[in-house]
């Protein structure tokens, strides 16, 4: 079974353009959640979709947005990219997202480096 | 506010020693427990999770305990061994969706040859 994928793996981009990640998680899984990793700040939950609707959303600015497709591929989206945004990005899958045994599953990341 | 807090930050050992690594979190009312490995400039991958009514979990050389009076968890790696070196880190789940999940900042393991 295929793990969870993100494209691009590495990404520069200048301040104030925008940039969309994708994500397809584990065939099966319906539940696909967004993390920002920086050394600073370490993990920090973006937002989680379940059934193409957002489910959850941390505490980040509305330049931060995501969607989710019927096949459950999800992007997430960044716009007017500030110097601040240069992080890790994980995409997580689950099945339903919901049991409490349930394990996340983590894919490589999209390593994005703002100038 | 609920946080989780991980100790040391880093830690160096020579190998086929046995080490605990800590975690500790603000509010006693998780779900679930998860620690993780992350290697080098990589995704992370799930090591053991624990539900709020168990107090332990083993895989392999692996076990991870669960205090939620205390608010303590621990990760104990036995005969450590180089390919142990990574970050560790701990999540917890505090309901709503299991994903949404708070980590620790995570302990840096070196194993020594």
């Known amino acids: 079974k295929a793990g969870v994928t993100q494209t691009p793996r590495y990404l520069i981009k200048t301040r104030g353009q925008q940039v969309t990640l994708s994500c397809s998680p584990i065939?099966?899984?319906?539940?696909v959640s967004w993390y920002q990793q920086t050394p600073g700040q370490g993990l920090q939950f973006l937002f989680e979709?379940?059934?193409?609707?957002?489910?959850n959303k941390g505490n980040f600015p509305g330049r931060f947005s995501g969607r989710q497709f019927s096949n459950s591929r999800s992007e997430m989206n960044v716009s007017t990219l500030e110097l601040g945004d240069s992080a890790l990005y994980l995409c997580?899958?689950?099945?339903?997202?919901?049991?409490?045994?349930?394990?996340?599953?983590f894919g490589p990341g999209t390593r994005l480096l703002v100038l | 506010k609920q946080e989780v807090t991980q100790i040391p930050a880093a830690l160096s050992v020579p190998e086929g020693e046995n080490l605990v690594l800590n975690c500790s979190f603000t509010?006693?009312?998780?779900?679930?427990l998860q620690w993780f490995r992350q290697d080098p400039g990589k995704g992370l991958t799930s090591l053991l999770l624990?539900?709020?009514?168990?107090r332990e979990q083993t895989s392999g050389r692996l076990n991870a305990s669960l205090d939620k009076s205390s608010g303590r968890s621990t990760l104990y790696i036995a005969a450590s061994q180089p390919g142990d070196s990574a970050t560790y880190l701990c999540?917890?789940?505090?309901?709503?969706?299991?994903?949404?999940?708070?980590f620790g900042k995570g302990t840096k393991l070196s194993v020594k040859p």
């Open positions: 997580a899958s689950s099945v339903t997202g919901t049991g409490w045994e349930e394990t996340q599953y």
């Open positions: 065939s099966g899984h319906r539940s």
């Open positions: 979709y379940f059934s193409e609707t957002q489910r």
């Open positions: 509010d006693s009312a998780i779900y679930n």
């Open positions: 624990i539900q709020s009514s168990q």
């Open positions: 999540a917890a789940n505090y309901g709503g969706s299991q994903g949404n999940l708070i």
